[in-house]
């Protein structure tokens, strides 16, 4: 069966620190990745996706994710992190096929602190 | 840009009601997903639709019902309701290609008294 694994379930960081949240995924196929942001109360908002292609993907806010294949990893990175980006992350994969493309595979979140 | 819209944002019902969330599909999306989200925890897939025929099944309890109309909205018909349904549901949306993403809405925040 598919799931995904985050690493991280708690990330308290100051301003400015560096950010990388783990992510792996147990596929044997074809499969797209995601991370999604969700803030308090809120919805989920793609941060970013990776179909195929560079394996190092640009999202929104300054995140960046990259795609090692043979290690089934796609981890989420910020160079520096600010207060606003406190939340919750969550790492989710689908398996690429026709009319699959919001039956998503989440992983069990991190929740993102960061001190002002 | 149109997003997906969900109704209503919140709702409160006392055990062993019957509940029933919309949502409303980005224009020229045929596949409609449901997902809940208990406190704490991640989204859990329960259903979704394409061309208003199921299309797939997670873990939505047999207590729970769904279907996409004509206009490709969907209902969530949820009764006998029980305290342990108390979850954001969230709804959406996408086109029925492959190698797309889904679009989501706001979420439905369901409290069982």
């Known amino acids: 069966a598919q799931s995904v694994s985050q690493h991280n379930h708690h990330v308290i960081l100051s301003e400015a620190a560096s950010l990388e949240l783990g992510c792996n995924y147990s596929?044997?196929?074809?499969?797209?990745l995601f991370w999604y942001v969700q803030y308090p109360g809120q919805h989920l908002q793609l941060l970013l996706k990776?179909?195929?292609?560079?394996?190092l993907v640009k999202g929104i806010k300054g995140f960046e994710a990259e795609f090692i294949k043979s290690k089934f990893s796609f981890n989420l990175r910020k160079p520096s992190v600010q207060w606003s980006d406190t939340a919750e992350y969550f790492c989710?994969?689908?398996?690429?096929?026709?009319?699959?493309?919001?039956?998503?595979?989440f992983g069990q979140g991190t929740e993102l602190s960061v001190k002002p | 840009a149109a997003g997906v819209i969900q109704s209503p944002r919140h709702l409160i019902k006392e055990k062993r009601e019957t509940a029933t969330l919309k949502c409303y599909p980005i224009?020229?999306?045929?596949?409609v997903y449901w997902y809940q989200q208990g406190p704490g925890q991640d989204p859990q897939f329960l259903i979704s639709?394409?061309?208003?025929?199921?299309?797939d099944k997670g873990s939505i309890p047999d207590r729970f019902s769904a279907q996409q109309f004509s206009d490709y909205h969907s209902e969530l018909n949820m009764s006998s309701l029980e305290l342990g349904d108390s979850a954001l549901y969230f709804c959406?949306?996408?086109?029925?290609?492959?190698?797309?993403?889904?679009?989501f809405g706001q979420g439905t925040r369901l409290t069982v008294v």
């Open positions: 639709f394409y061309e208003k025929m199921q299309s």
């Open positions: 959406a949306s996408s086109t029925g290609r492959a190698h797309t993403e889904a679009f």
């Open positions: 989710a994969v689908n398996a690429g096929l026709r009319n699959q493309g919001g039956k998503l595979i």
């Open positions: 596929y044997g196929g074809t499969v797209n």
């Open positions: 224009p020229r999306h045929d596949t």
């Open positions: 990776y179909f195929s292609g560079d394996p």
